[in-house]
């Protein structure tokens, strides 16, 4: 009832930046926090950085002062500016979301992944 479409991977150079988008559709009635992780190959998944509804945030300390989330609730859209970008961010970035369906269901949601390969 509720789906998530990230956009904004691709393969950037060590120092380079990416935005990352993540745009809920569906049946909403109402976004909760939304997230951003990331799962480098062979390794656990990760979180990122969250933001709440009400706007407060939370970043790996990995990612302080290199990476900003953000959200636009009209659009129920979070996103990823992500700066300064290391190799060791190379990972599938994975948008999250808590929602309220229309018909009142409540639902943890993922998106799909999308590819950030940052070169030597």
Known sequence: ???LVESGGGLVQAGGSLRLSCAASGSIFHINAM???RQASGKQRELVATVGRGGS???ADSVKGRFTISRDNAKNTV???MNSLK???TAVYY???DAITASYRYLEVWGQGTLVTVSS
Request: proline share 6%; glycine share 0%.
């Open 95 to 97: 948008c999250n979301t």
């Open 57 to 59: 945030i939370n970043y």
């Open 1 to 3: 009832q509720v789906q």
């Open 87 to 89: 190799p060791e961010d």
């Open 79 to 81: 996103y990823l500016q």
């Open 35 to 37: 997230a951003w992780y």
